[in-house]
């Protein structure tokens, strides 16, 4: 029993030294790093898609929690390896800042904390917190990529119950005609927020409820499946009332429906799904103590550990602060270019258009017209250099804004290099845009390769000054006048180096 005190004691006050350094860096971390940490939160609170994100904390919480007893067995140790968690982190975090990826940004917060945890508490209390640390993961808002693919997908569900209820359906893009009314399979309406936040749900089951990784990983699959065919259905629903009574009601309806009720009927029903497989007791001990109590090598002491942590984080953000005095010199004043055989116009007031750059050092947009009438419309967007609310390929900036009331309808083939959407505005009025970027010296219509262009350009030097251009046209000859007016412009790297080329 004495031996039992005397050990226990000294394990009591190392975690309580180890816990108040740990508290110590991760709020010096959090307020370093404060911009990342807001911009998240901004997103939990704000975004239905990533609103499930508010509960990862206190559900990190309480796995640690229920793991007490287990790692008050455990003895804290600071373990220097733990600082390669820390610096792959910091530099992911320099790799976000750089190309304009808060994606990046925010998982490279996330891993600093969780490297700051393993090298203060050490190798063993890491693997006894294995799975709460892995699931930190589901803090950084992602999976907004899937909202593209995931409306084909509804579309795909949603077209053929439809023609099986006899209700006359075609689709164009993400628009379907169906009987009366036309209908947009949004990247709201994609169940893109239902199968992210299913994800999250799953892994948590998976990890609780199975012993098996066979059934974790079946148990998985139903989680992503079944939000998925569970959305269409809800779409066609949608539809389908609004044929028989009116839009206005099916949609009423359904925006009644469309959230946390929709989410947790889907819940209720993975879990009735996964309930009689369940392998795992409730009280089973997350981890067996016994195992994880070999002597540790690669110790440190603990105020050592801090300022390495500390000192690790800190270079990363001096390295960001350095890149971020890299600017382009503009010229104090751009025009919108001469075209031959196309003269300036009035803007179109059938249907209003303009793409959206709220950081654009220079911004330029006019309409042109030729001697047969046709129209197009150009815009120019011109940045000395690249940060957090001053990029090219941002999400609600470019050819379409967030709430704009114009729709995309599909994507369809370039032009000279860069990319091209088909959209439609209330009237029905369609427009064809046809977009080009010019960063770290290269010209393209990839958003990928732009952050990539502009990583390069920023980490390594060069050209800071990004350009995006847009020329549209309305119609049905939308195409043949991009063209004509593209052939009459002239190359488009040539544009872009020109208006951005100190004078």
């Keep these: 029993m004495t031996i039992a005190l005397a050990v226990a004691r000294p394990t009591a006050a190392a975690w309580r030294q180890a ?10 971390l959090l307020i370093a790093f404060h911009r990342d940490l807001a911009a998240m939160a901004h997103i939990w609170w704000t975004s239905t898609t990533f609103g499930h994100c508010l509960f990862i904390a206190p559900v990190l919480t309480w796995l640690v929690w229920i793991r007490r007893r287990e790692l008050a067995r455990l003895r804290p140790e600071a373990w220097w390896p733990g600082i390669a968690i820390v610096a792959a982190g910091g530099f992911g975090w320099l790799v976000g800042d750089a190309a304009g990826v808060a994606f990046a940004r925010q998982l490279g917060l996330v891993m600093m904390l969780q490297g700051a945890v393993v090298t203060l508490l ?6 006894g917190l294995m799975f709460p640390l892995c699931y930190a993961v589901f803090l950084v808002p992602f999976g907004d990529m899937l909202e593209p693919p995931l409306q084909q997908v509804t579309v795909a569900i949603v077209l053929p119950l439809l023609h099986l209820a006899g209700v006359p359906a075609a689709v164009d893009g993400v628009l379907i005609h169906a009987g009366r009314y036309y209908f947009e399979v949004a990247e709201a309406c994609s169940g893109a927020k239902f199968v992210i936040a299913m994800l999250a749900y799953g892994v948590l089951v998976a990890n609780l409820c199975f012993a098996s990784w066979r059934r974790r990983l079946l148990f998985m699959l139903v989680c992503l499946v079944v939000p998925v065919l569970a959305n269409g259905v809800r779409a066609f629903g949608t539809i389908y009332a609004a ?10 309806f359904d ?3 469309y959230g946390w009720l929709f989410f947790g009927l889907i819940m209720v029903l993975v879990m009735a799904i996964g309930w009689r497989w369940f392998d795992r007791a409730p009280d089973a001990p997350a981890f067996d103590p016994a195992t994880l109590s070999t002597p540790l090598k690669h110790r440190i002491a603990l105020a050592p550990a801090v300022a390495l942590v500390l000192l690790t984080a800190g270079l990363f953000a001096g390295w960001s602060a350095a890149i971020a005095a890299r600017t382009a010199i503009l010229p104090a004043q751009i025009d919108l270019p001469a075209v031959p055989s196309w003269q300036r116009a009035p803007l179109s007031t059938r249907a209003p258009w303009q793409p959206y750059y709220p950081g654009a050092d220079h911004y330029l947009f006019g309409r042109y017209t030729d001697r047969n009438g046709a129209a197009a419309d150009l815009a120019i967007a011109v940045f000395a250099s690249q940060r957090e609310g001053k990029k090219l390929a941002a999400f609600g900036t470019g050819a379409l804004r967030e709430g704009d009331v114009w729709v995309r309808v599909a994507d369809v083939p370039g032009f000279a290099g860069g990319r091209a959407m088909r959209m439609t505005a209330p009237g029905p009025v369609e427009r064809i845009v046809a977009t080009w970027y010019r960063a770290g010296g290269m010209v393209t219509g990839d958003d990928r390769i732009v952050k990539l262009a502009t990583l390069k350009a920023r980490m390594l030097g060069g050209d800071q000054a990004a350009v995006a251009i847009h020329i549209s046209a309305e119609g049905a000859a939308a195409r043949r006048t991009i063209e004509n007016f593209l052939g009459a412009l002239g190359p ?3 544009l872009a180096h020109d208006v951005a080329a100190p004078r």
């Design 255 to 257: 925006h009644i429906v």
């Design 19 to 28: 816990l108040v350094a740990l508290a110590l860096v991760a709020a010096a």
């Design 243 to 252: 044929h028989l009574t009116s839009v206005e009601r099916a949609t009423g």
């Design 122 to 127: 050490g190798a063993n209390v890491a693997r």
């Design 492 to 494: 488009i790297d040539r």
